[in-house]
């Protein structure tokens, strides 16, 4: 029996060795190593602080075989060596977008468009144009919307019921932390004057105590439960496109919080996983990596899952953690603040979630080695999860866990150091920064803003990383926008940016967006930096000079490249 188990082994190992000398071979040319593509009088950018920028890449196999400059690259040029000569552009790594809803995004991209609508007359247009395209009793969905830039005044019911009196409409704000329902979907979901507000939400209603047609919070599920769900089809189609535009703006890996938000069901982010992600991994249709968070209500099957398939479910597909909500959003009067709301004296905001369920599930979850996300926007909401995160670790024990905050938009100055000296990610979207101003004027004040809000710069001097998001579809996903707004802060009206001490360096925005981005969600080993092994994942731009780029950072897109390929356009 030993003899039998040595030859098995034997074989088997002479037939790797084979395999291995026939792999070698297919990129050796007369005894020496070749690439199958090299990046050639470029501007690069690699996000690593060892050797910050090089002129030449080479990449085989989809990862970075070597990156310096021509001298060390040209040994590994061959005859079917594939040269890119950039003429100076410059690339950097692809961009790392640490928050955004991918599938909701994609279906946005297929509805009600209310983004930007700056008046009443064209909210309502934009909606009469919806109307003519479907049939009596289908639903019209859409979103989008933002109260600030309708003068602060909010859509209700009244304006859209005499022109949809046959179709239920539903029409999400930017944040999806509130929405607009016409008076025949209030029917169907059956909220009426005497409907009790649930807990953690409110029903918005009238001078006559008739619903209004906004709902916010816990209320959003009474009626998101009586829309029909969209077809596997209709999701596969978005991950297409929604894919497309991330490319388009030299994103290659996302982190996808999926279809979980409050009142949502909890199970669509698994649909989308099983229905979706793995079908679209089976087929060859991945665009672009993802690393995916799932509802904390369910991090035993999460934990199921890792045992089963590990981490990596493929080079595409990749397990992050699992997520939660503390409160709600600025805009929506619900984030959770110690002081109250200017707007009303008695509103400090809502707590969406039970906090011993929180503690519990957020014990078990990193018990489970699961990362844990916790969504929190106002000061008070943000101490409450970093205190829980300290109690966390004082009971499980130290470990490299990376906790993170997503949002972290508005913190008492007392808690900016916390994020280094915890390791806990901020993940933060600066976009978000110029759609909140108003809200921040109206709701909390500049002075109390002033202190603590979309404090980057403070939170970077406490030894944190930032990973920039745009929580897309919420702001549009734009990563060179992002760069720019957090180093300038350049709100309408602030001449030298809005709480100037607050803006960060560009060496600093550039890894938030990349290799930072990467480190928050347990992927620096693979990508987020131009480095010998990584991924070969960048972005090229029309810059022709380091000069240039950093004196107009432009949004555009000349190519993005995903394993080493041109993905983009």
């Not at 991918?102 to 919806?130: C, N, P, Q, T, W």
């Not at 001078?207 to 916010?216: A, I, K, T």
């Not at 980057?456 to 702001?475: E, H, M, Q, T, Y």
């Amino acid at each position: 029996m030993p003899l039998i188990k040595n030859l098995a082994f034997f074989i088997s190992s002479a037939f790797a060795a084979l395999l291995a000398i026939i792999y070698t071979t297919n990129y050796m040319q007369k005894g020496r190593l070749v690439a199958e593509t090299v990046i050639l009088n470029a501007t690069i950018y690699t996000s690593d602080d060892s050797f910050p920028f090089a002129e030449s890449m080479a990449i085989k196999d989809g990862r970075i075989l070597k990156i310096g400059d021509y001298s060390s690259i040209k040994g590994l040029i061959g005859d079917d060596t594939n040269e890119i000569n950039l003429n100076g552009k410059v690339v950097l790594p692809g961009f790392i977008d640490s928050h955004v809803h991918l599938i909701i995004g994609g279906l946005h991209m297929a509805s009600v468009e209310l983004g930007g609508v700056r008046s009443k007359d064209e909210f309502i247009s934009k909606v009469k144009e919806a109307v003519k395209e479907k049939k009596a009793g289908e639903w019209i969905l859409g979103g989008g919307w933002n109260n600030n830039l309708l003068n602060g005044e909010f859509p209700t019911n009244s304006w859209i019921d005499d022109i949809t009196p046959q179709n239920p409409v539903w029409l999400s704000r930017m944040d999806r932390h509130m929405g607009l329902a016409n008076s025949h979907a209030l029917k169907i979901a059956k909220i009426t004057k005497d409907t009790p507000n649930p807990n953690g939400g409110t029903i918005l209603k009238d001078s006559n105590g008739e619903p209004n047609g906004l709902l916010v919070e816990s209320a959003l599920e009474m009626l998101l439960t009586t829309i029909p769900s969209e077809s596997v089809q209709e999701r596969r189609e978005a991950l297409n496109a929604a894919s497309w535009r991330a490319l388009s703006r030299g994103i290659t890996t996302l982190v996808d919080f999926g279809r979980f938000y409050p009142g949502a069901d909890v199970t669509h982010s698994w649909l989308d996983f099983k229905e979706v992600y793995e079908w679209a991994d089976s087929v060859g249709k991945m665009k672009i990596r993802v690393c995916l968070f799932f509802a904390m209500q369910t991090w035993s099957q999460l934990a199921d899952l890792i045992r089963e398939k590990g981490r990596s479910i493929s080079q595409w597909i990749y397990i992050g953690g699992v997520k939660a909500f503390m409160d709600g959003s600025l805009g929506s009067n619900s984030a959770l603040f110690h002081e109250p709301y200017l707007e009303g004296q008695d509103n400090y905001g809502l707590q969406l979630t039970n906090m011993d369920w929180l503690f519990n599930a957020t014990l078990h979850s990193d018990r489970s080695n699961l990362q844990v996300a916790i969504h929190a926007i106002g000061d008070k909401a943000n101490d409450m999860v970093l205190d829980m995160y300290e109690s966390t670790v004082s009971i499980n024990g130290k470990r490299d866990r990376r906790f993170r905050i997503e949002h972290a938009q508005h913190l008492k100055p007392a808690s900016f150091s916390r994020f280094g000296k915890e390791n806990i990610i901020p993940s933060v979207q600066p976009e978000q920064l110029l759609y909140d101003i108003d809200s921040i004027n109206n709701k909390i004040g500049i002075l109390r803003a002033q202190k603590g809000s979309y404090a980057f710069n403070s939170i970077l001097a406490g030894g944190a990383r930032l990973a920039f998001g745009s929580d897309w579809p919420i702001v549009d996903m734009n990563p060179l926008r992002a760069i720019r707004t957090a180093i300038y802060r350049n709100a309408p009206g602030f001449e030298n940016g809005w709480v100037p001490d607050e803006r960060v360096s560009l060496d600093d925005a550039l890894k938030a967006q990349t290799i930072w981005g990467a480190y928050a969600c347990f992927l620096d080993n693979e990508l987020g930096s131009l480095v010998s092994g990584k991924f070969a994942d960048f972005v090229v731009l029309p810059a022709g000079s380091w000069t240039e780029f950093t004196q107009d950072i432009s949004e555009s897109v000349l190519a993005t490249f995903v394993n080493g390929k041109q993905a983009y356009p």
